[in-house]
């Protein structure tokens, strides 16, 4: 039997309702949910120079209490989502995660790294400091890839219409091996390419021809798009043509740029990231 597992980031405003809603589709067989709960710690103070340099460092009053009553919320919280699971029949099991940033990051991405795809609970697009350890964990530190802004699971792995947002790069290769099971079950698969650029390698070759191809040997029904920009952003173009083709899910490579530029000055994943609309599969 080849189980495959899902693991599913929430935070602590995930509701069960959301949850139940997310796994909804799920059946009870081929697939195993890694639930993990993520939480930030309170922040710890500043220390200031003297306190550094002679070990005075004072805690504000409340701060241990903070860190009790939200360690003991994130324990309900995953007492309930333990529930949930049992309730709708499903293989799984559920972690929490309450560490600072750093520390946050790798231990989602050891989760990440025993799993086969990753899923955001939506509402961490509220919870920006959470979402982006997240996908900075899975994106950079582990070996698979992530789908924010899915509402229902099954859906999305079924997913009948799909673009792929093409440019070349490794990190969008590796979105379309990661996305492949998902590709060969559609119905429709479009590879987009926005303002291509023709290389040197294969030359004469139509941009985009090379990937289709391979794609298409392994069952996909794909078409190849090559796209103007008109000057608009990239992300803006990814977002339009993912509404005009009814697009259920976006492939797409991570990151092309660092990602320090990126969320400094902003870029193309860092937008397709953070909107709400659209379903979307990256990998770096």
Known sequence: ??????????????????????????????LH????????TPTIPAMTYAEATYGAVVFPEDWQDRFKQ????????????????????????????????PTLEFDL????AVSDIAFLCPN????KAVQRSAVHAILFDSPIGCICNSR????????????????????????????????KAAGSVTVA?????????????????????WLSRRGVAVE??????????????????????GADLVVMGAYGHSRFRQMMFGGTTQTMITQTDLTVLFAH
């Open 1 to 30: 039997m080849d189980t495959k597992t899902a693991l599913v980031v929430v935070d602590a405003d995930c509701s069960e309702q959301k949850i139940r809603s997310l796994l909804s589709g799920l059946g009870p067989d081929g």
């Open 33 to 40: 949910v890694s639930l993990v709960v993520a939480s930030l």
């Open 70 to 101: 939200e360690s003991q919320s994130i324990a309900e919280i995953a007492n309930g989502l333990e529930k949930v699971l049992q309730d709708m029949g499903l293989s799984g099991e559920v972690a929490t995660v309450f560490r600072d940033a």
């Open 109 to 112: 991405a050891a989760h990440a």
């Open 124 to 127: 961490l697009v509220q919870s």
């Open 152 to 183: 229902d699971m099954a859906a999305t792995l079924a997913a009948r219409r799909v673009l792929v947002a093409w440019d070349g790069s490794v990190s969008s290769a590796r979105a379309v091996h990661q996305a492949l099971p998902i590709l």
């Open 193 to 213: 390419l926005f303002d291509p650029v023709e290389t040197d390698q294969r030359a004469g070759e139509t941009p985009g021809a090379e990937v289709a191809a």
């Open 224 to 245: 190849v798009a090559q796209l103007p920009t008109g000057g608009k952003p990239v992300a803006d173009c990814i977002t339009a043509q993912a509404g005009q083709m």
